[in-house]
Protein backbone atom coordinates (compact mmCIF):
# COMPACT_ATOMS: atom_id res chain seq x y z
CA UNK A 1 0.00 0.00 0.00
CA UNK A 2 0.93 3.79 -0.49
CA UNK A 3 1.42 4.40 3.70
CA UNK A 4 0.69 2.37 6.78
CA UNK A 5 -3.26 2.37 7.59
CA UNK A 6 -4.87 2.25 11.10
CA UNK A 7 -8.10 1.38 11.43
CA UNK A 8 -10.56 2.66 13.63
CA UNK A 9 -9.66 6.00 13.40
CA UNK A 10 -11.53 6.71 16.53
CA UNK A 11 -13.03 4.68 18.76
CA UNK A 12 -14.85 4.96 21.86
CA UNK A 13 -15.29 2.35 24.52
CA UNK A 14 -16.96 1.93 27.89
CA UNK A 15 -14.70 0.68 30.54
CA UNK A 16 -14.57 -2.69 31.04
CA UNK A 17 -14.99 -3.37 27.26
CA UNK A 18 -12.04 -4.87 24.71
CA UNK A 19 -11.42 -3.37 22.02
CA UNK A 20 -9.15 -4.11 18.64
CA UNK A 21 -7.01 -2.03 17.19
CA UNK A 22 -5.77 -3.03 13.34
CA UNK A 23 -2.45 -2.12 11.48
CA UNK A 24 -1.67 -2.67 7.90
CA UNK A 25 2.08 -1.78 7.45
CA UNK A 26 3.17 -0.91 4.44
CA UNK A 27 3.60 -3.74 2.31
CA UNK A 28 7.28 -5.83 2.25
CA UNK A 29 8.01 -3.88 5.38
CA UNK A 30 9.91 -6.40 8.17
CA UNK A 31 9.31 -4.12 11.37
CA UNK A 32 6.48 -3.10 12.90
CA UNK A 33 6.12 -1.18 16.06
CA UNK A 34 2.99 0.36 18.39
CA UNK A 35 3.43 3.28 20.33
CA UNK A 36 0.80 4.99 22.42
CA UNK A 37 0.81 8.98 22.26
CA UNK A 38 -1.25 10.71 25.60
CA UNK A 39 -1.99 14.47 24.88
CA UNK A 40 0.35 16.94 24.65
CA UNK A 41 3.55 13.99 25.09
CA UNK A 42 5.80 12.27 22.52
CA UNK A 43 4.98 8.58 21.35
CA UNK A 44 5.96 6.48 24.00
CA UNK A 45 7.27 2.57 23.04
CA UNK A 46 5.05 -0.78 22.90
CA UNK A 47 5.95 -3.24 21.16
CA UNK A 48 8.04 -4.33 18.47
CA UNK A 49 7.67 -7.23 15.73
CA UNK A 50 10.03 -8.30 13.19
CA UNK A 51 8.04 -10.11 11.00
CA UNK A 52 5.39 -12.61 12.62
CA UNK A 53 8.13 -12.49 15.93
CA UNK A 54 7.28 -10.04 18.98
CA UNK A 55 11.03 -9.01 19.99
CA UNK A 56 10.17 -6.28 22.15
CA UNK A 57 6.78 -6.02 24.35
CA UNK A 58 8.46 -4.42 27.40
CA UNK A 59 6.26 -1.10 26.77
CA UNK A 60 3.02 -2.86 27.34
CA UNK A 61 1.77 -1.17 30.15
CA UNK A 62 -0.03 -4.41 31.53
CA UNK A 63 -1.12 -8.20 30.75
CA UNK A 64 -4.76 -5.85 29.61
CA UNK A 65 -2.53 -5.10 26.97
CA UNK A 66 -2.10 -7.76 23.80
CA UNK A 67 -0.43 -7.42 20.68
CA UNK A 68 0.07 -9.93 17.44
CA UNK A 69 0.91 -10.13 13.81
CA UNK A 70 0.82 -13.95 12.63
CA UNK A 71 1.26 -13.37 9.14
CA UNK A 72 4.28 -11.19 9.51
CA UNK A 73 2.17 -8.31 7.88
CA UNK A 74 -1.35 -6.98 9.38
CA UNK A 75 -1.09 -6.38 13.10
CA UNK A 76 -3.73 -6.14 15.80
CA UNK A 77 -3.51 -4.56 19.50
CA UNK A 78 -5.82 -5.57 21.37
CA UNK A 79 -6.73 -4.40 25.19
CA UNK A 80 -9.17 -5.84 27.35
CA UNK A 81 -11.16 -4.68 29.95
CA UNK A 82 -10.55 -0.83 29.19
CA UNK A 83 -9.61 1.35 31.65
CA UNK A 84 -9.80 5.47 31.20
CA UNK A 85 -6.14 5.87 31.68
CA UNK A 86 -5.96 3.64 28.58
CA UNK A 87 -7.33 6.63 26.35
CA UNK A 88 -4.84 7.98 24.03
CA UNK A 89 -3.81 7.77 20.58
CA UNK A 90 -2.44 4.69 19.38
CA UNK A 91 0.10 4.81 16.62
CA UNK A 92 1.49 1.59 14.37
CA UNK A 93 4.75 2.19 12.54
CA UNK A 94 6.70 0.44 10.31
CA UNK A 95 10.46 0.35 9.02
CA UNK A 96 11.40 -1.78 5.67
CA UNK A 97 14.21 -3.69 7.33
CA UNK A 98 15.24 -4.51 10.52
CA UNK A 99 17.69 -1.45 11.43
CA UNK A 100 17.21 0.87 13.71
CA UNK A 101 19.15 3.33 11.57
CA UNK A 102 15.77 4.23 9.76
CA UNK A 103 13.05 6.15 9.97
CA UNK A 104 9.36 5.14 10.95
CA UNK A 105 6.42 5.64 9.09
CA UNK A 106 3.56 6.20 11.04
CA UNK A 107 -0.22 5.57 10.42
CA UNK A 108 -2.40 8.07 11.00
CA UNK A 109 -3.14 6.33 14.81
CA UNK A 110 -6.81 5.23 16.39
CA UNK A 111 -7.85 7.36 19.05
CA UNK A 112 -9.47 5.56 21.94
CA UNK A 113 -11.44 7.44 24.32
CA UNK A 114 -12.45 5.52 27.12
CA UNK A 115 -15.77 6.61 28.66
CA UNK B 1 17.21 1.96 28.26
CA UNK B 2 17.36 5.48 26.32
CA UNK B 3 16.12 8.77 28.32
CA UNK B 4 15.86 11.93 25.73
CA UNK B 5 15.14 15.43 27.15
CA UNK B 6 13.74 18.04 24.63
CA UNK B 7 13.64 21.88 25.04
CA UNK B 8 11.64 23.94 25.04
CA UNK B 9 8.32 22.63 25.10
CA UNK B 10 6.54 25.55 23.49
CA UNK B 11 8.49 28.48 21.33
CA UNK B 12 6.91 31.06 19.69
CA UNK B 13 8.97 33.07 16.52
CA UNK B 14 7.69 35.85 14.27
CA UNK B 15 7.61 34.70 10.62
CA UNK B 16 10.80 34.88 9.22
CA UNK B 17 12.89 33.92 12.67
CA UNK B 18 14.35 31.37 13.45
CA UNK B 19 13.72 28.41 15.59
CA UNK B 20 16.30 26.43 17.32
CA UNK B 21 15.40 22.82 19.71
CA UNK B 22 17.59 21.22 21.44
CA UNK B 23 17.55 17.43 22.55
CA UNK B 24 19.78 15.29 24.78
CA UNK B 25 20.02 11.60 24.85
CA UNK B 26 21.67 9.41 27.47
CA UNK B 27 22.76 6.34 25.27
CA UNK B 28 26.39 6.85 23.92
CA UNK B 29 26.20 4.06 21.62
CA UNK B 30 23.12 6.12 20.15
CA UNK B 31 24.32 6.90 16.46
CA UNK B 32 20.69 7.57 14.32
CA UNK B 33 18.96 11.14 15.49
CA UNK B 34 15.81 11.50 13.63
CA UNK B 35 13.15 14.90 13.99
CA UNK B 36 9.47 14.25 13.19
CA UNK B 37 6.78 17.26 13.01
CA UNK B 38 3.31 16.37 13.74
CA UNK B 39 1.00 18.88 12.66
CA UNK B 40 -2.59 18.22 14.55
CA UNK B 41 -4.51 15.35 13.99
CA UNK B 42 -2.16 14.12 11.46
CA UNK B 43 0.79 11.37 11.84
CA UNK B 44 4.36 12.07 13.08
CA UNK B 45 6.39 12.42 9.82
CA UNK B 46 10.16 12.56 9.27
CA UNK B 47 11.55 15.60 8.36
CA UNK B 48 15.00 15.08 8.84
CA UNK B 49 17.65 12.70 10.36
CA UNK B 50 21.54 12.73 11.12
CA UNK B 51 23.76 9.64 11.46
CA UNK B 52 26.89 10.19 14.04
CA UNK B 53 29.32 10.12 11.56
CA UNK B 54 28.16 13.70 10.57
CA UNK B 55 27.65 16.61 12.54
CA UNK B 56 25.55 18.84 10.82
CA UNK B 57 23.04 18.23 7.70
CA UNK B 58 20.83 20.73 5.82
CA UNK B 59 18.09 20.33 4.05
CA UNK B 60 16.47 23.63 2.31
CA UNK B 61 15.39 25.79 5.61
CA UNK B 62 15.77 22.92 7.97
CA UNK B 63 19.01 21.49 9.45
CA UNK B 64 20.30 19.22 12.25
CA UNK B 65 23.64 19.14 14.48
CA UNK B 66 24.87 17.03 15.92
CA UNK B 67 27.23 16.84 19.32
CA UNK B 68 28.27 13.26 20.17
CA UNK B 69 30.75 14.32 23.01
CA UNK B 70 28.22 15.78 24.74
CA UNK B 71 25.36 13.91 23.66
CA UNK B 72 22.99 16.33 22.07
CA UNK B 73 21.68 17.36 18.67
CA UNK B 74 19.60 20.29 17.43
CA UNK B 75 17.42 21.03 15.04
CA UNK B 76 17.16 24.52 13.23
CA UNK B 77 14.84 25.98 11.27
CA UNK B 78 15.40 28.80 8.67
CA UNK B 79 12.81 31.48 7.43
CA UNK B 80 9.78 29.95 9.38
CA UNK B 81 6.78 30.03 7.80
CA UNK B 82 3.08 30.00 9.14
CA UNK B 83 3.03 26.44 8.01
CA UNK B 84 5.85 25.52 10.15
CA UNK B 85 3.35 25.33 13.46
CA UNK B 86 3.48 21.82 14.30
CA UNK B 87 4.71 19.70 17.18
CA UNK B 88 8.35 18.89 16.84
CA UNK B 89 9.76 15.55 18.49
CA UNK B 90 13.47 14.42 18.30
CA UNK B 91 14.20 10.76 18.75
CA UNK B 92 16.97 8.30 19.55
CA UNK B 93 17.64 4.86 19.45
CA UNK B 94 18.48 2.63 21.97
CA UNK B 95 21.02 0.35 20.99
CA UNK B 96 21.02 -2.35 23.76
CA UNK B 97 17.28 -3.45 23.02
CA UNK B 98 15.41 -3.88 19.56
CA UNK B 99 14.43 -1.06 17.76
CA UNK B 100 13.21 0.57 21.11
CA UNK B 101 13.15 4.35 19.75
CA UNK B 102 12.40 7.10 22.16
CA UNK B 103 10.74 9.94 21.61
CA UNK B 104 10.98 13.25 23.21
CA UNK B 105 8.35 15.00 25.06
CA UNK B 106 7.98 17.41 21.73
CA UNK B 107 8.14 21.33 21.06
CA UNK B 108 4.98 23.09 19.81
CA UNK B 109 6.02 25.84 17.44
CA UNK B 110 3.88 28.35 16.76
CA UNK B 111 4.59 31.16 14.20
CA UNK B 112 3.56 34.34 13.90
CA UNK B 113 2.57 36.16 10.94
Known amino acids: GAGVSQSPRYKVAKRGQDVALRCDPI?????LFWYQQALGQGPEFLTYFQNEAQLDKSGLPSDRFFAERPEGSVSTLKIQRTQQEDSAVYLC?????????????FGNGTRLTVT | GENVEQHPSTLSVQEGDSAVIKCTYS??????FPWYKQELGKRPQLIIDIRSNVGEKKDQRIAVTLNKTAKHFSLHITETQPEDSAVYFCAAPYSGGYQKVTFGTGTKLQVIP
Open chain 1, 27 to 31: SGHVS
Open chain 2, 27 to 32: DSASNY
Open chain 1, 93 to 105: ASIQGSSYNSPLH
